[in-house]
């Protein structure tokens, strides 16, 4: 059976030793520091799921390579109803994480590579995706933990890459034998690599001529040699490094997304982890399809879950205040309500619309149109929840007292007192919805939403390309009884 248990990957965890560094200190063990455990706990989680009966329904599938059901995370979409699965894990681990889950780049990542190194192999007889399934074998075997990296640093926006006064800008090949390749550059804003047992590297974007050593892709174990992680550092990382017990914190298992810096210094890749290496006709083809896919989960499942947890606790303090019949706060809620269902209808369908993407390859994409208008709609509606969901709050978002003073004889009755609100339940426990929508409404997660899968502008670039104008012209005009116009000499011949 390729499902593996918690504690399989919980013992390979404790014996990763990757090179991290957090708010300029080295992590010595990941899987015990207070803050890059959460990530360690979102991937044991993701085990849980797979065992559980109700999740598993969700969270396994069969491999297509072997038959035996593995972790979803580990598979390749091959049909519509894949895709509809897809989105469903995404909004399932969501709303059960309140964050990422780190597995999800890395399952796109395998789902893009595959479609195209099927279509590089076709092309040019190459062997990249003979050694993509090898790579995967391995992964659903043994129930490994792949995270993805994409984004770069990259120089100044209005050069070309042989402009940049540093060519480490963009991750690139330095060498090549007849063992393998040699990189070095960095990506950035990674989330959760350091504790998933690999990492699949993909390029940031489409490649030209002469830029074949950038045109790269491939499979890096964590701790490899040569690979270094430098963590973000928030107010919330430093609260939770402070904090003497997770209850204190609005989600105390698994916290804020967490990301790094990934830095590659002439890191060693043996061919067999190799899956794009100087075909820069292909570079831009992986970004699309990666890009197809994770507009989807990312826009709108993933959102959809959190959306969902935002939108129980705003309900919640309302009740919490008595305000269950206040016209205009049961609008906000309607609000809420309305956008999240928009956005969870445009994933959904983008899902069931969703084809082959390269014949033969039986790799299924999300419909690309539906996929963009699902993430750039969360963009807009996750804004606004979380200001509707804040007016709800209130002022106690921001200036509510640490939960420590509950611990403290000298004020715990001043809380129980005030912060009850004369409510039927213990201001323990208004305190603790009250962190929680902290965390989400003066938290990361608005920034991260409309950056997280793309910038809102590359959204909105692939909806003006998608959009078939062509075709609402035709009905405008029969609609006005204008004649189509008759065909130039050129088309006609």
Known sequence: MAVKSPEHYLK???????????????????????????????????????????????????SHLTGEPCNIYNTLNRSTDDLIQRAAAGLYAAEHLGTCIYRCVGCDAFNSLAATTYEMDQALDTSYHGRLMDFLRYVQDEDLTVAGAMTEPRGRRDQKLQQWTDPDLSLHVVDRNDK??????????ISGAYACDWTIVMPSGARRAGEEDYAVSFAVPNGEKGVTYICQYT???????????????????????????????????????????????????????????????????CKVGFGKILIGAARLIQE???????PHINDQMTEMITLLETVRACS????????????????????????????LNIC???WRM????????????????SLKELKNPETRRYLEKFYSFGADVPAENILKITKLLQNWTAGLHGVGTWHGA???????????????YEEMKELAMKMAGIPEPAPSQEEAS
């Not at 390979?12 to 455990?37: N, Q, S, W, Y």
């Not at 904090?243 to 067999?272: C, H, K, Y």
């Not at 979380?386 to 007292?401: F, H, N, Q």
């Not at 910038?455 to 959009?467: E, F, N």
Request: charged fraction near 25%; charge should be neutral; include cysteine.
């Open 320 to 326: 919490y205040k008595g305000l269950e019949k206040v």
């Open 12 to 62: 390979r965890a404790k014996a990763m030793r990757p090179r991290v560094f957090m708010d300029g200190k080295l992590v010595e063990d990941i899987t015990e520091h207070p803050v890059t455990r959460t990530v360690v706990e979102a991937n044991l989680a993701s085990y849980e799921w797979a065992l559980d009966p109700e999740g598993g329904k969700v969270l396994t599938r069969p």
């Open 348 to 375: 959904k369908a983008a899902a069931i619309e969703g084809k082959e993407v390269v014949p033969g390859s039986g790799v299924y994409v999300p419909d690309d149109l539906l996929g963009n208008v699902s993430k």
């Open 454 to 468: 793309g910038p809102v502008q590359a959204q909105k670039i692939m909806v003006q390309r998608l959009a078939d």
């Open 235 to 301: 107010p919330y990382s430093a609260e939770r490094e402070m904090a003497e017990d997770p209850w204190e914190l609005g989600n105390p298992r698994f916290g804020q997304r967490e990301t790094s810096m990934i830095v590659f210094e002439d890191v060693f890749v043996p061919w067999e982890r190799v899956f794009l290496c100087g075909e820069t006709r292909y570079a831009g083809r992986i970004v699309t399809r990666f890009a197809q896919i994770h507009r989807m989960v990312c826009g709108g499942s």
């Open 380 to 382: 807009n509606a996750f």
């Open 386 to 401: 979380m200001a509707l969901a804040g007016d709800i709050g209130g002022g106690l978002l921001v200036t509510m007292p």
């Open 180 to 189: 393998g390749i040699v990189v070095r550059g960095a990506k950035i804003n």
